[in-house]
């Protein structure tokens, strides 16, 4: 665990340092990264450690001499169970608690250093709108103090409403300690301006004349001094849903599924009411009369016509609505499901250490390794598989494909039958798992396709006279 909160924090050092923030707010930020990966630490920590334990016991023939003394792999196991348990309840606990404060404070922290940092805040791929009165965007940012970009297009507004375009193969980004403005060095691009307001008239634009150039160096001078002025320690974020303990998102669900149903309630009775059979009828005269089926019945011939061409249109209406109501429905519908979803998830997280000890265990007494060789593999095998069943699960869930309840525990629900076999197949002696057999196997089932792919290469001339 101590490792890959290490890996982590080498990570946030090379993005981070030299870039004119101070080592007290780096160290800070360091801390509130280490405390969240904490929770995801201890599962992978727990299930390295009961493979080397156990395969280190088994190796050295000790487990075989408790099972001779009439100590089950249950009753071995118990004790450490009993610890695990503890420690999933104390992850729990930290998930409930440190975990969302740590989230909201660093990811504050983070948003207030991107404030004073600009070119920390730019990221390359995307259009970057952090700088007020530009968009930038770049394919690639690198170099010792990822200050180089490639690839530059920037959209700036000016005051007059004009908007300018700028494109560059190359740029530079430079900021010196105590000025206000970033310098922005481009090289080899074009700059084009269009000098008319956009809100003008299109023909009023076209006529209006427009300024359009190829440098070979071009600098971009961007006023950043109200980047300067926020508080590092203020928290603008504070009801992100991993910010949130437990019971706030049950709360917080609670309010979202109400807001939820009345929002469909009010978007049924719309389409009701627009496709009522009372707006489709042309005239008074046959409101309040009996209605007989077919409905066209009812009406004279040019009235047919009329009633045909209202409902035409209310339809055409209504599949408009519908469209234009599709992303709403998703973006509501995707908040409600992220936050069930992590109700669920920060719960199953908790106690995947559990799991994980139960998968652990019995698989180091049946491959018989210790230390940091093939446990470490194994180890990280079985978490990459976890975390990809539960990252997969929560996809599907937060798009409505599955229930909220399968994206949080998905992932647990699939890893549970394994670790039951697994425990089985100690407890019966069933022997060493031959992960030898298993690799040979597979080698030779992608050399068989290897040989026929040889047998299917077409003979060259020297072989066929030969």
């Known amino acids: 665990m101590f490792i890959l909160i290490l890996q982590l924090v080498w990570l946030i050092f090379d993005d981070m340092a030299g870039k004119g923030i101070t080592f007290g707010i780096l160290m800070k930020y360091i801390f509130y990264v280490s405390v969240i990966a904490v929770p995801k630490a201890v599962p992978i920590a727990i299930l390295l450690s009961s493979i080397m334990a156990l395969g280190q016991l088994s190796e050295n023939y000790e487990f075989a001499a408790i099972k001779s003394a009439g100590v089950s792999l249950q009753r071995l196991m118990l004790p450490l169970f009993s610890i695990v348990l503890i420690f999933s309840f104390i992850n729990l606990f930290f998930l409930n608690n440190a975990y969302p404060w740590a989230m909201m404070k660093q990811k504050n922290l983070y948003t207030n250093i991107k404030k004073k940092q600009p070119a920390l805040a730019l990221v390359e791929g995307t259009f970057n709108t952090d700088v007020p009165g530009f968009v930038l965007k770049f394919d690639k940012k690198y170099g010792k103090e990822k200050n180089l970009l490639k690839n530059v297009l920037i959209y700036q507004t000016k005051s007059n409403g004009n908007v300018s375009t700028i494109t560059a193969q190359k740029g530079t980004i430079k900021t010196e300690e105590g000025s206000k ?136 209406n209504s599949i408009s609505d519908f469209q234009n109501f599709t992303g709403d429905f998703k973006y509501r519908r995707k908040g409600l499901n992220l ?111 290897s040989k026929n792919k040889e047998d299917q290469t077409p003979k060259q001339d020297s072989e066929i006279l030969d």
């Open 181 to 316: 403005y970033m310098s922005l060095f481009l090289e080899k691009g074009y700059y084009y301006e269009e000098h008319s307001h956009r809100g003008s008239k299109l023909d009023v634009r076209n006529k209006a004349p427009f300024s359009a150039t190829h440098f070979d160096t071009y600098t971009v001078n961007i006023d950043i001094s109200a980047f300067s002025a926020g508080d590092l320690e203020s928290e603008r974020y504070k009801s992100d849903r991993e910010m949130l303990s437990l019971e706030q998102l049950g709360i917080y669900s609670d309010s979202l599924k109400v807001s939820w149903d009345d929002y469909l309630k009010n978007r049924a009775v719309g389409f009701s009411n627009r496709l009522a059979l009372e707006k489709l009828v042309p005239n008074k005269d046959t409101i309040g009369k009996k209605i007989e089926y077919p409905i066209l019945s009812n009406f004279e011939l040019q009235q047919q016509t009329e009633v045909l061409s209202i409902a035409e249109n209310n339809i055409i």
């Open 339 to 449: 936050i069930d979803t992590e109700y669920h998830h920060r719960i199953a997280i908790a106690f995947s250490a559990l799991l994980l000890f139960i998968i652990g265990a019995p698989l180091g007494s049946l491959i018989r390794k210790g230390g940091f060789g093939l446990p470490m593999v194994m180890a990280i095998i079985i978490y990459m598989v976890y975390h990809f069943l539960s990252s997969f699960a929560g996809n599907m869930a937060e798009e409505s494909t599955i229930n909220h309840f399968w994206g949080g525990w998905l992932s647990t629900l699939i890893f549970i039958p394994i670790g039951i076999y697994l425990v089985i197949s100690a407890t019966l002696d069933r022997g060493k798992l031959n992960l030898n057999f298993w690799i040979d196997r597979m080698i030779s089932f992608f050399n068989r396709f």
